[in-house]
């Protein structure tokens, strides 16, 4: 079964460096999503996309993060400077579809990076 | 914002009991996703609910969902050892049905204890 692709699995940095994740969705899923998962909570939604372009960014801390996902395929996200407090696994997700009025495409989640800011 | 509440946030059976998680949501959902994380694992999706009161079973799960279509539940009978990990309820967040955008509970973690 076709996977997302995330890299790297981990990864340390100290505060104030930059760090930045990268994902690969599945073949053919034009919607991608970041998520951050705090260990013991659920997964918040950082970004969204649809193919190139970005659909929600509500959330996203947009003084640090940043993420793009240039030819509609693969996405970056980047975070500069880190902050002790954006330790946390960042999932990626993609799906096939963006749904119907009353059905969500179900998400495919990569394995994530697990980052520690020190 | 809408909010997505799952009870209880931690549950420890033995092998062979039952176990059931609650997923209750501020506004009505279209539908909902559950989702299960094993230790050190991503989510993974188990099944969606669209009809209210709709009731689905996947061997020893039992997924419903509410007749107001703001509540959910996920019952395992006889709980195995494989059973273990996190449970997650997902529904779409407020404006974004057909967005994708969903917003997750908590979560439930189940450990089983053989």
């Known amino acids: 079964e076709a996977e997302v692709a995330q890299s790297p699995r981990y990864k340390i940095t100290e505060k104030s460096q930059a760090v930045a994740f990268w994902c690969d969705p599945i073949?053919?899923?034009?919607?991608l999503y970041w998520y951050r998962q705090i260990l013991g909570q659920g997964p918040e939604l950082l970004v969204q996309?649809?193919?190139?372009?970005?659909?929600?960014d509500s959330q996203l801390p947009k003084d640090r993060f940043s993420a793009e996902r240039l030819k509609g395929v693969d996405s970056t996200l980047k975070i500069q400077p880190a902050e002790l407090g954006d330790s946390a696994m960042y999932l990626c997700?993609?799906?096939?579809?963006?749904?119907?009025?009353?059905?969500?495409?179900?998400?495919?989640f990569g394995n994530g990076t697990r980052l520690t800011v020190t | 914002g809408q909010q997505v509440m799952q009870i209880p946030q931690y549950q420890h059976v033995q092998e062979g009991e039952d176990f059931t998680t609650y997923c209750n949501s501020s506004?009505?959902?279209?539908?909902i996703q559950w989702y299960k994380q094993r230790p050190g694992g991503h989510p993974v999706f188990l099944i969606q609910?669209?009809?209210?009161?709709e009731v689905k079973k996947q061997k020893r799960l039992t997924f419903q969902f509410g007749e107001a279509k703001k509540n959910s539940s996920l019952h395992i009978t006889a709980t195995q050892t494989t059973d273990v990990g996190t449970y997650f309820c997902?529904?779409?967040?407020?404006?974004?049905?057909?967005?994708?955008?969903?917003?997750f509970g908590q979560g439930t973690i189940l450990t089983v204890h053989p």
């Open positions: 997700a993609s799906s096939s579809l963006t749904g119907t009025v009353n059905r969500n495409s179900p998400l495919h």
């Open positions: 073949s053919g899923h034009a919607t």
């Open positions: 996309f649809q193919d190139e372009s970005v659909v929600d």
């Open positions: 506004t009505t959902l279209s539908n």
């Open positions: 609910l669209v009809k209210s009161g």
């Open positions: 997902a529904g779409p967040s407020a404006g974004g049905t057909s967005y994708g955008k969903l917003t």
